[in-house]
């Protein structure tokens, strides 16, 4: 796809207001297994830029994990400055949960959502807990604050976006990276007296 088909698709399917304006960041997997972060600019139905200083040639088939989106197969499109285009080739169901996806970034963009506002983060009293990676492996971590619905953790170690870790005994999904962590969406909501019981 040229770019100037490639940015009519963009315009045509674009969500209201345009297409998601918000820098996002994670991950993309080659065909050869190697990960490589990203930035993602201009995201719509159809496609996005993924900045990034890995050099990728056009036709390769993506994996990517990308913060507030999840993952999402791609294909790899013409370079731009600092990176490259991909296009996005979803159907059915797919398609539909993908584009409420972006529609709920653009609300969230111009202040709409109530997603955000609905749980009040709270600093914890107990800070010091353990995540736990899939594989068993454990390491301390550091509360920085925690609502029903997530929680931000200071950690050492980066797993990549999507995966599923336990903040304590409570059951979460990588969704972000911070500046010296990661944010947690949790699998099931707390209740309120697991605030502080559940990262103890």
């Known amino acids: 796809m040229n ?3 490639y940015t009519n698709a963009a ?30 600019n201009g995201i719509t139905i159809d496609g996005a830029v993924f900045i990034t200083s890995e050099p990728v040639p056009p036709g390769l088939s993506l994996v990517a994990y990308l913060e507030e989106v999840g993952r999402i197969e791609a294909t790899s499109a013409e370079a731009v400055d600092g990176g ?12 539909d949960r993908f584009e409420t996806r972006l529609k709920w970034l653009v609300q969230k963009e111009h202040g709409q959502s109530a997603e955000d506002r609905r749980h009040t983060r709270y600093e ?25 619905s997530g929680a931000a ?7 990549s976006l999507g995966t599923f870790i336990l903040l304590g005994k409570m059951r979460g999904r990588v969704v972000r990276y911070l500046d010296t962590g990661i944010a947690i969406e949790f699998v099931k909501l707390l209740d309120r007296t697991q605030l502080t019981e559940t990262v103890r």
């Open 84 to 95: 490259f285009k991909v296009t996005f080739s979803l159907t059915g169901a797919r398609r």
């Open 11 to 40: 315009q045509t399917t674009a969500m209201p207001g345009g297409p998601v304006k918000q820098t996002l960041f994670g991950r993309f997997m080659l065909p050869d297994m190697t990960e490589h972060p990203c930035q993602v």
């Open 3 to 5: 770019a100037t088909a």
């Open 153 to 159: 953790v200071k950690v050492d170690v980066m797993p």
């Open 124 to 148: 914890p009293r107990e800070k010091q807990s353990q995540i736990t990676m899939p594989d068993g492996r454990e390491y301390s971590c550091e509360v920085v604050d925690i609502s029903l």
